[in-house]
């Protein structure tokens, strides 16, 4: 794993090229660029508070609007590792059939391009906080250091769905459909929309364990949106999701990488 790491690191000319050549070319003479990516979250945020928000008991769309943009951003950042994880190897075949790189590599520039966008749209979050809630401006510069180890954890969660994901769809074709359906049914168990305490006043908390998305929406929207710092019982939460996903997805580049040209 450690010679992995610093063959990495040694060709990491090579991937950060690759994550240019994909932006470059995903909004190639577009006018708007990056903001097509942020057109998306926005325009639900919208229509969310503008139809669906009294429904919460929650009128305030300045403080709703914020806590469902920074929500769905995180959501479609874990979505799109998963889903464009499922391509991944597919999609670099060429590469893999000419050079021995470690298959990691290739991961590392599908998720890269996803935090890209992950980042801009969180960077709208927070300024969509500073404008709309002044009284959270000092509780939000006091308390932005905790979202770096929050971003971190988030970042290598997305990265083992996307090994395990691309795996899954070399052996399994289906995977890719299967996971747009469970990722349709997650968006309305996971408190996007709506505060967890709803789901646990029904007594339905455990769907909120099962579910690893709940745990770093509560590392990264809670510092954003109330100023707080979250406990250290959710830091643990987060990187036990953590090494459990991580520990499968070097399990199965271990098991699988040497013999996954064979199957492409």
């Known amino acids: 794993m450690v010679k992995q790491i610093a063959t990495i690191w040694d060709f990491r000319h090579f991937w950060m090229s690759l994550v240019v050549m ?3 070319t995903r909004y190639r003479r577009s006018i708007l660029g990056v903001g097509w990516s942020l057109m998306n979250p ?11 928000g009294a429904w919460f008991n929650n009128p305030d769309w300045r403080q709703f609007g914020p806590y469902f943009l920074a929500g769905i951003t ?12 499922c391509q991944t190897f597919f999609r670099n075949e060429s590469y893999i059939r000419q050079c021995p790189l470690p298959l990691s590599i290739y991961v ?4 890269l391009g996803a935090a890209i966008h992950f980042l801009i749209a969180l960077a709208v979050v927070i300024v969509a906080v500073f404008v709309l809630l002044p009284e959270q401006r000092i509780p939000l510069f006091a308390n932005s250091w905790i979202l770096v180890p929050g971003l971190l954890m988030l970042f290598m969660f997305c990265l083992s769905i996307s090994v395990l994901a691309g795996f899954m769809t070399v052996y399994f074709q289906d995977t890719q459909q299967l996971l747009e359906v469970i990722f349709q049914i997650f968006f ?3 408190p996007i929309m709506y505060p967890s305490k709803m789901i646990l006043d029904r007594g339905l908390g455990i769907l909120l364990s ?3 998305v709940v ?3 509560e590392l990264v929207r809670m510092p954003i949106i109330t100023g707080q710092v979250p406990t250290m019982w959710a830091f643990a939460k987060a990187a036990i999701v953590v090494g459990m996903f991580g520990s499968l997805a070097i399990a199965a580049l271990a098991k699988f990488e040497k013999k996954l040209i064979f199957h492409l």
């Open 42 to 52: 926005l325009l639900m945020t919208v229509v969310f508070c503008v139809v669906f």
């Open 74 to 85: 995180l959501f479609d950042f874990v979505r799109t590792s998963a889903l464009s994880g």
């Open 188 to 190: 309305f168990l996971t």
């Open 210 to 212: 099962i579910n690893p």
């Open 22 to 24: 994909d932006l470059r």
């Open 108 to 111: 590392l520039r599908t998720v």
């Open 215 to 217: 745990t770093f929406l």
